[in-house]
């Protein structure tokens, strides 16, 4: 069973950085999976932050995009997010999920179609931006 | 705002169906097979119910079901029970730049 655990700081300030840890069990993080973060604000939907696969390869959310970096740690099992610069609108209970991408078929040209989707979540952890 | 659009509530009694609607466009529902459900009882960790509109992960009873008309994607829940109740929440694949967005999720109660 694959499971995921958040860790970070609750409260970060405005204007700093905000970085938070998921560790991995169940599963390598060299897997062929893609690692994402969910975040929920308050009283609104889920927004995808970004995602990242163990070889390097990342995407982001292009909201949040210049201010978002991902990471892996393959020796610990574990990646990482960091969001700069934050404000009050950043405030959210983030989610770490694992990411599955896959081939469903292939157009006429022999290009991939894919399919996405998270299938295993963490329970999240609230991050308050106040000073 | 959400990038998909569901209802905010949603009720029935035990043994009934309900269907819980996400309206997006033809960027991102209505472009793609690939809608995913989730549900969340409070203060647990999101589990996936549904993926690419129809299909159920293993262990998820049948009661649980998934389907799509142009831009609109529904999850149908039959024979209700007390422990459906939870939020659901939809979500689409976008295009490359955007590998998903989702709904403002959905509060079903089991009356």
């Known amino acids: 069973q694959v499971q995921l655990q958040e860790s970070g700081p609750g409260l970060v300030k405005p204007s700093e950085t905000l970085s938070l840890t998921c560790a991995v069990s169940?599963?390598?993080?060299?897997?062929?999976?893609?690692w994402g973060w969910v975040r929920q604000p308050p009283g609104k939907g889920l927004e995808w932050i970004g995602s990242?696969?163990?070889?390097?390869?990342?995407y982001s959310n292009a909201s949040l995009k210049s201010r978002v970096t991902l990471s892996t740690d393959t020796s610990k099992s574990q990646f990482s997010l960091k969001l700069s610069s934050v404000t009050a609108a950043d405030t959210a209970v983030y989610y770490c999920?694992?990411?599955?991408?896959?081939?469903?078929?292939?157009?006429?040209?022999?290009?991939?179609?894919?399919?996405?989707?998270?299938?295993?979540w963490g329970q999240g952890t609230l991050v308050t931006v106040s000073s | 705002q959400s990038a998909l659009t569901q209802p905010p509530s949603a009720s029935g009694s035990p043994g009934q169906s309900v269907t819980i609607s996400c309206t997006g466009t033809?960027?991102?529902?209505?472009?793609?097979?690939?809608v995913s459900w989730y549900q969340r009882h409070p203060g647990k960790a999101p589990k996936l119910i549904v993926y690419?509109?129809?299909k159920r992960p293993s262990g998820v009873p049948d009661r649980f079901s998934g389907s799509k008309s142009g831009n609109t994607a529904s999850l149908t829940v039959s024979g209700l029970q007390a422990d459906d109740e939870a939020d659901y929440f939809c979500?689409?694949?976008?295009?490359?730049?955007?590998?998903?967005?989702f709904g403002g999720g959905t509060k079903l109660t089991v009356l």
């Open positions: 033809s960027s991102d529902v209505g472009g793609f097979n690939s």
């Open positions: 990242i696969h163990h070889s390097g390869g990342t």
């Open positions: 979500s689409s694949y976008a295009g490359s730049d955007n590998l998903a967005v």
């Open positions: 999920a694992r990411h599955v991408r896959v081939v469903t078929s292939r157009s006429k040209l022999g290009l991939p179609r894919r399919t996405y989707y998270f299938d295993y």
């Open positions: 690419d509109v129809t």
């Open positions: 169940g599963d390598s993080i060299s897997s062929d999976y893609f």
